[in-house]
T-cell receptor, first 116, second 109 residues
Framework: GAGVSQSPSNKVTEKGKDVELRCDPI?????LYWYRQSLGQGLEFLIY????????KSGLPSDRFSAERTGGSVSTLTIQRTQQEDSAVYLC??????????????FGPGTRLTVL | GQSLEQPSEVTAVEGAIVQINCTYQTSGFYGLSWYQQHDGGAPTFLSY????GLEETGRFSSFLSRSDSYGYLLLQELQMKDSASYFCAVREYDYKLSFGAGTTVTVRA
């Protein structure tokens, strides 16, 4: 597609429920990233995919968070048993995946998650 | 761990020049990026410096000094549409970006 898309744009859920957030990267981009942004804060790295594999999951805050990517394209971030502190904007980005300088990451509009 | 420091907010009038400084301490360093984010929008890429010196792109310029672990973003001829948050981000490895907390720039008429 023309840009990175994410769905849903907004998600309100009750504490303890599971949620799935979806990211469609730019066509042809092999690298995909998930970030979390709390209100008024910078972006917190969660996980990185190169193709379908995730060489770096170091940013996932707890084992309630998981992510997968299939077909080298769409990715899903799943949060189980949501807590109020999970409320944030979840941003996805993709890049061409070429190692070295200047591999620009292009961001989607984000999913605003609110846990009541 | 990593840390990036940038001012929390800057206010300036239209037509003015604003410089946003960023100092960093990270475990790895490939380069320094700058992103712009309008309220409620997605971060958009502005510039990337891998080597020391100044990179100019229209009204925006970015500078890097690797020896000082320091960079800045220069916004010239400020316009109302430049009101946004600006983030510096260090590329720690060939893929991982670590972001500062952001600088909110407010442009007044």
């Amino acid at each position: 597609g023309a840009g990175v898309s994410q769905s849903p744009s907004n998600k309100v859920t009750e504490k303890g429920k599971d949620v799935e957030l979806r990211c469609d990267p730019i066509s042809g981009h092999t690298a995909l990233y998930w970030y979390r942004q709390s209100l008024g804060q910078g972006l917190e790295f969660l996980i990185y995919f190169q193709g379908n594999s995730a060489p770096d999951k170091s940013g996932l805050p707890s084992d309630r968070f998981s992510a997968e990517r299939t077909g080298g394209s769409v990715s899903t971030l799943t949060i189980q048993r949501t807590q109020q502190e999970d409320s944030a904007v979840y941003l996805c980005a993709s890049s061409s995946g070429l190692a070295g300088v200047g591999d620009t990451q292009y961001f989607g509009p984000g999913t605003r998650l609110t846990v009541l | 761990g990593q840390s990036l420091e940038q001012p929390s907010e800057v206010t300036a009038v239209e037509g003015a020049i604003v410089q946003i400084n960023c100092t960093y301490q990270t475990s790895g360093f490939y380069g320094l990026s700058w992103y712009q984010q309008h309220d409620g929008g997605a971060p958009t890429f502005l510039s990337y410096n891998a080597l020391d010196g100044l990179e100019e792109t229209g009204r925006f310029s970015s500078f890097l000094s690797r020896s000082d672990s320091y960079g800045y973003l220069l916004l010239q001829e400020l316009q109302m549409k430049d009101s946004a948050s600006y983030f510096c981000a260090v590329r720690e490895y060939d893929y991982k970006l670590s972001f500062g907390a952001g600088t909110t720039v407010t442009v007044r008429a």
